[in-house]
């Protein structure tokens, strides 16, 4: 379903939907210790995979030809909502993993590739992420310095991304280069390649639960059977998958603020100052009813 044509698009869920977001809800319980845990020891929450992977939410969107659940959007941004709710660094890892990992290869890749990629990802022995932005790159990324160019069966690109959401840990990546003709091209990326380097950018002042990399390609070689989509169509690859990206992101921000809100009254309930409850305060009424 384009989401250019959400007027056809079912808000309706079935009871099949609601007890797979049932079970997103006891996943994310039964983590959210150990997320809080890791998120103030600045590490990945490896328990994310096994969990998550049980309910099959690391494939939720995706066919189900390729070990998905073959869900809808819908679903998958209630699921995300839902998961918002621990926090952005959660929300982070599905994004970069789904929406602008997946769903990229779902929408774009050949149907040699798909299988060759999806299983793995929906199963959890791979994650993906999405390498776009550069140092000098950010919200333009057609200024874009990495490039590529033709070696006999090969493509070899040189050039480095930064911010790579899962670029540590990620088995899998899509990403984005200048030919010599100057159109951008979009490839996947095995992390084993020759000539492919990560390392984790450090120092955040959040998402510490996401592992984001900095990215060099130093010769990096790239089977041409790797490039993903039409060559010199990447650009428009890179565009689908930030507005699949953009929306995972508004699905986990309700969730934020759906958290907000409810620990904010649970507190003003349980707090006493000045001889009253904080919830029985015309101000602090005030401000819990302008998050609503």
């Not at 998905?68 to 998961?83: H, K, N, P, Q, S």
């Not at 959040?206 to 984001?212: E, H, S």
Request: some cysteine; charged content about 25%.
């Amino acid at each position: 379903m384009s989401y250019s044509n959400l007027s056809k698009m079912n808000f309706e869920v079935s009871e099949e939907q609601k007890n797979f977001l049932e079970q997103v809800d006891s996943a994310c319980t039964s983590i959210r210790d150990h997320e809080s845990k890791c998120y103030l020891e600045e590490r990945a929450n490896d328990r994310i995979v096994p969990e998550f992977g049980k309910i099959g939410m690391l494939g939720c969107p995706i066919s189900k030809k390729y070990g998905g659940l073959g869900y809808d959007v819908l679903t998958y941004m209630l699921a995300l909502e839902r998961i918002g709710k621990e926090g952005n660094s959660l929300r982070t890892f599905f994004s970069a993993h789904i929406s602008i990992g997946q769903m990229v290869l779902q929408n774009w890749a050949d149907e040699d590739q798909k299988r060759k990629y999806l299983p793995n990802t929906t199963s959890g022995k791979s994650i993906m992420a999405f390498a776009l932005t550069e140092p000098t790159a950010g919200s333009d990324p057609a200024s874009m310095t990495t490039k590529f160019e033709e070696n006999g069966d090969n493509f070899i690109l040189n050039g480095k991304k930064h911010w790579v959401g899962n670029g540590t840990i990620a088995k899998v990546i899509t990403t984005y280069a200048r030919g010599p003709d100057r159109r951008i091209s979009a490839f996947i990326i095995d992390t084993d390649s020759k000539g492919f380097h990560a390392e984790e950018m450090k120092d955040k002042v959040g998402l510490l639960t996401v592992k984001n990399a900095e990215i060099n390609f130093e010769n990096c070689v790239v089977p041409k059977k790797n490039l993903l989509g039409t060559k010199g169509k990447g650009l428009s690859i890179a565009y689908s998958a930030l507005i699949d990206g953009r929306l995972s992101v508004a699905a986990g921000a309700v969730g934020v603020m759906n958290d907000c809100l409810e620990e904010s009254i649970k507190h003003s309930q349980k707090r006493e100052q000045h001889g009253a409850l904080l919830a029985k305060k015309q101000l602090i009424q005030e401000h819990l009813t302008s998050i609503i």
